[in-house]
């Protein structure tokens, strides 16, 4: 394996890295300017909010780690394995944060996309890490694949977040 294995993904992380970094800023005035709408509890936050960080930061991390001028895979393969596994206990803290969280009901899209669509993303790092040197082109589609998931993911929450409080604001001030 050698640099030009990498080569042909540095347009991709370009792009995918930078999203990832003015998303997160994004959501930071987001939560600014819908936080004095309606206050947020800490406990939803931690279970609908933070999640959308944690998982833009997550593509910012991958996007420079696989950006770096490696000379081989098996390093960056231990670290978004690595990557992958704290994901993985990370969304097992998120689906006991949405059970414990008494301020909404999270439904099945609120499951999928918090839980078991992150969970994959996470899952297919920690195995394409361990079969990174047996296939490096099909393991390097893995992880931007798992990077767009979750960037995806953290989109449609931070969207769904946004739009919830809107909606909550509105029946606040109408008084339903």
């Not at 609120?110 to 993303?121: I, S, T």
Request: with cysteine; proline share 4%.
């Amino acid at each position: 394996m050698n640099l030009t294995t990498f080569a042909g993904w540095e347009n991709f992380y370009v792009i995918v890295g930078s999203s990832a970094g003015a998303l997160i800023g994004l959501q930071f005035v987001v939560i600014t300017l819908v936080a004095e709408r309606l206050p947020p509890s800490p406990e939803t936050t931690d279970a609908f909010a933070t999640p959308s960080v944690i998982h833009f930061a997550v593509v910012l991390l991958l996007s420079a780690l696989v950006s770096a001028p490696w000379t081989g895979i098996v390093v960056v393969a231990l670290l978004w394995g690595l990557v992958g596994l704290s994901g993985i206990v990370y969304t097992i803290v998120v689906a006991r944060r949405l059970r414990t969280q008494t301020q909404y009901k999270p439904v099945f899209e609120d499951w999928l996309c918090h839980v078991h669509l992150p969970f994959a993303a996470y899952a297919i790092l920690v195995g394409s890490a361990f079969v990174a040197r047996s296939y490096t082109r099909k393991v390097l589609f893995c992880v931007g694949a798992s990077a767009l998931l979750l960037l995806f993911v953290g989109i449609h929450n931070a969207w769904d977040a946004a739009t919830y409080v809107i909606a909550q604001g509105r029946r606040k001030s109408t008084g339903n």
